[in-house]
C-alpha cells in the first residue's frame, strides 16, 4: 500500500510513504528546469571541486517544458546506493555524484513522522542507503544542459529528502559539484554564477539576479535540430580548451568580466538590443574558443549532418539579417556545446515571426509531427536531424 503524506510542500516536490508491513520507503520527489547560458561557462580552474575561470549568466527555463523530475527515496530495506536515468541503472561510483551525496549527507538532519512511528535521527543517514530515479523530458547530453537540470534537481530532492536547512545558494555551491551550470538550475528568472575566489569553493555559488516575473516579453524557443549525443562532453572539451586554446585565457580575462557588467546592466534595464548583442557576440566566442582548441571542437555540426549545417547557417545569418534590417534586434542567437539553437524573441510578435519563418525553411514531416513540436505557445520543438 502506497500513501501520500504531504503534497505540495513548494512547487515540484511531493513526498510520498510507502509502507509494506514493517517495512518503510520514504520519497521525495522534485522537478527541476534547464537553463541556457547567456555569457557562457567555459574551462575549469580546478576540475575536481568544478571551479570556473569566469562568471556566467544564464537564463532557467519554464518547468513545464524541459526539465528533469528526480524521485529520491530512503529505507531501512535498501542495501546500496543505487541511480536509474531514464530508466536505465546507471553507475552512482563517478567522483561527481560521490561529492554530492557526501556533503548532502553530512548537512542531513533528523526527520520524524510521529504519526507512523519513523524516525531517522542525523547519525542514521550516514547508514541509510538511496534509490535515486531521474527522467529528462528532453534529450540527455545533447547539449541541452541536462547536466544542470539533472544534478541541481538531484540536490534539491536530496535536500528536501534529508531536510537540510541550506539556502538555495549554499545548495548551489553542492549541485555545482555534479556539473557547473547545475548551480545555476536552483533558481529561476536570469541567474549569475559567481566564479568566486576561494581555493576550496566556499564562494563559487549561483545567485538570482531578476526573477522569472522581471523580464515578461522575452519568449524563449528552443529548436532541436538532434537529439543525438555529442561527440565531446562538455567536461572534456572544456578541459581541452583550457590546455590548449589561447582565446579561452584572453576571453576569461579581458572579456567576460566587461561583458558581465554590460549583460547585468542589459537584464536590469530590459534593454534588448544589448541583450541581443552581447549574447549573440558569448555564444560566437564561445563558439570560437572551440575552433581554437586543439584539436578544434565543433559543436555546432558535430552530428555531421549536412541538413543541421544549412540550419545553423541559416539561423544565424536569418537573425543578423533581420536584426539589421528591423534597426533594433528582434531576436537573440545562443548555441551551448551542441547543434540546437535556443532563440530569444524580444516579444510575442517576433517569436511568431521566427516560428513561421523556421516552419516555413523547416518544415515538419507531417502535421502530428507539427502537432507535437508545438507545446504551449512558448515552446516549439523541431527536430530536422
Ligand atoms: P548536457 O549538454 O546535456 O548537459 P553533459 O555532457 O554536460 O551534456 O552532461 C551529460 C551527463 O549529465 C550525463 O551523461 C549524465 O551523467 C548527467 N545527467 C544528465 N541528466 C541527468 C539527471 N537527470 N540526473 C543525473 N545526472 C544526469
Ligand atoms: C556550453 O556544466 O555541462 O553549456 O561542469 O563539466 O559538468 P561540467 O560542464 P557543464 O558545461 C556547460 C557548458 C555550456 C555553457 C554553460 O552552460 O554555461
Ligand atoms: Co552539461
Not at 519513523?118 to 540527455?140: G, M, V
Not at 544542470?148 to 541550506?166: I, Q, R, T, W, Y
Not at 572579456?255 to 558581465?260: D, F, L, N
Not at 549574447?279 to 541538413?307: E, G, K, W
Request: neutral net charge.
Amino acid at each position: 500500500t502506497s500513501s501520500i503524506i504531504a503534497n505540495s510542500e513548494r512547487k515540484g516536490i511531493r513526498s510520498d510513504l510507502l509502507q509494506m508491513g514493517e517495512k518503510w520507503v520514504l520519497m521525495k520527489t522534485a522537478q527541476t528546469p534547464t537553463n541556457i547560458a547567456v555569457i557562457k561557462y567555459w574551462g575549469k580552474r580546478d576540475e575536481t571541486l568544478i571551479l570556473p575561470v569566469n562568471d556566467s549568466i544564464s537564463v532557467t527555463l519554464d518547468p513545464a517544458h524541459l526539465c528533469t523530475t528526480t524521485t529520491v527515496a530512503v529505507s531501512p530495506a535498501f542495501q546500496q546506493d543505487r541511480m536509474w536515468l531514464n530508466g536505465k541503472e546507471m553507475s552512482l561510483s563517478g567522483g561527481r555524484y560521490q561529492n554530492c551525496l557526501r556533503e548532502i549527507r553530512k548537512r542531513a538532519r533528523e526527520v520524524e513522522d510521529k504519526e507512523r512511528g519513523i524516525k531517522i535521527e542525523k547519525k542514521d543517514w550516514e547508514k541509510l542507503h538511496l534509490h535515486i530515479a531521474s527522467y529528462n523530458n528532453f534529450p540527455t547530453a545533447a547539449g541541452l544542459a541536462s547536466s544542470a537540470a539533472g544534478f541541481a534537481c538531484l540536490v534539491f530532492a536530496l535536500a528536501k529528502l534529508m531536510n537540510v536547512s541550506e539556502d538555495e545558494s549554499q545548495l548551489s555551491a553542492i549541485a555545482r559539484q555534479g556539473s557547473g551550470s547545475a548551480c545555476r538550475s536552483l533558481f529561476g528568472g536570469f541567474v549569475k554564477w559567481i566564479m568566486g575566489k576561494e581555493d576550496d569553493g566556499s564562494d563559487s555559488l549561483a545567485v538570482q539576479l531578476v526573477d522569472e516575473k522581471h523580464w515578461e516579453d522575452l519568449f524563449i524557443i528552443i529548436a532541436v535540430v538532434s537529439s543525438r549525443q555529442k561527440e565531446t562532453s562538455s567536461t572534456s572539451g572544456m578541459r581541452e580548451s583550457v590546455e590548449t586554446s589561447s582565446l579561452l585565457q584572453h576571453r576569461a580575462k579581458e572579456v567576460v568580466p566587461k561583458r558581465t557588467i554590460q549583460m547585468e546592466e542589459a537584464i536590469q534595464y530590459r534593454d534588448f538590443a544589448s541583450f541581443a548583442k552581447l549574447a549573440c557576440a558569448d555564444s560566437n566566442q564561445f563558439h570560437a574558443v572551440c575552433l581554437d582548441t586543439l584539436p578544434p571542437i565543433f559543436y555546432m555540426n558535430d552530428t555531421s549532418h549536412r541538413q543541421v549545417l544549412v540550419y545553423i547557417c541559416w539561423i544565424i545569418s536569418y537573425v543578423e539579417k533581420w536584426n539589421r534590417s528591423e534597426g533594433t534586434p528582434q531576436v537573440a542567437y545562443t548555441f551551448d556545446a551542441g547543434p540546437n539553437a535556443v532563440l530569444i524573441a524580444r516579444d510575442r510578435k517576433a517569436a511568431a515571426q521566427l516560428i513561421q519563418r523556421l516552419l516555413f525553411y523547416f518544415p515538419p514531416k507531417s502535421d502530428t509531427d507539427l502537432d507535437s513540436y508545438l507545446l504551449g505557445d512558448k515552446t516549439i520543438l523541431k527536430d530536422a536531424g
